[in-house]
Structure formats: structure tokens, C-alpha cells
């Protein structure tokens, strides 16, 4: 029984980094829209891959030109999951949420306008 246990641990665990590799997709275009969350950056970008993701200090990778604040820079990169951003200006901050269904920035490279 010990054996089973050992052996589903060791396949889960080697295999984990594939199944969230396989669960990203790609973000291809110009930046639309930037709001400002208590959990990172909501960034709305358009086509061609475009969607609403966010971004999470510490968590996702920004490189050159690291310029994600810019309305009609153009981006690339991953996003995984599905996740919310939880509002900065509420009642109460950071209690109301909003849906991100792009999921959470992995890696993004901007332009340099």
C-alpha cells in the first residue's frame, strides 16, 4: 500500500510543471486598458490574442521595455488560470472582486512606445 502511495506521489510530482505549461495560452497585443488592483495590475489587452489578465508583482516576469502602464504598447507573452481582481476603489477596498478571465500574467515583454 506504502508502494502505491509513494509511486502516485513521484508520477504527480513529476508531471505537475506539464500540466500547467499545458494549461497556458498566449498573449499577443496592444494594451487597452490598465486598473490598478489590490492583488497586481489588471490589463486589458485586444486582438489578435487578446483578453483580461493580471498582473501579480513577484509572480509574473516582466521584461524589456517593461512598460505595461502604457495604453497601445504592444505585449507578449503567457497567462494560466483564472483568478480576480480585487478592487482597489469600494466601499471597503479590496473586498469587491472582479472576474479576470484571461488568468494570471506568466511572462510578458512589451514594446517601447
Given at each position: ?9 513521484v508520477?504527480v ?7 500547467i ?9 496592444q494594451?487597452q486598458?490598465?486598473?490598478i488592483?489590490?492583488n ?9 490574442n ?22 497601445g504598447?504592444?505585449?507578449?507573452g503567457?497567462?494560466y488560470?483564472?483568478t ?6 469600494a ?6 472582486s472582479?472576474?479576470?478571465t484571461g ?6 515583454g512589451?514594446?517601447s512606445?
Amino acid at each position: 500500500m506504502a508502494k502505491i502511495i509513494i509511486v502516485t506521489i513521484v508520477v504527480v510530482w513529476l508531471t505537475w510543471p506539464g500540466l500547467i505549461l499545458a494549461q497556458q495560452h498566449l498573449i499577443g497585443g496592444q494594451i487597452q486598458k490598465v486598473t490598478i488592483c489590490c492583488n497586481g495590475l489588471e490589463i486589458k489587452v485586444g486582438s489578435p490574442n487578446g483578453g483580461t489578465f493580471l498582473f501579480v508583482p513577484k509572480v509574473s516576469t516582466l521584461y524589456p521595455f517593461y512598460n505595461i502602464f502604457t495604453k497601445g504598447v504592444w505585449v507578449l507573452g503567457t497567462a494560466y488560470g483564472k483568478t480576480v481582481c480585487l478592487n482597489v476603489i469600494a466601499t471597503i477596498p479590496c473586498t469587491k472582486s472582479t472576474l479576470v478571465t484571461g488568468g494570471i500574467i506568466n511572462i510578458i515583454g512589451t514594446s517601447s512606445l
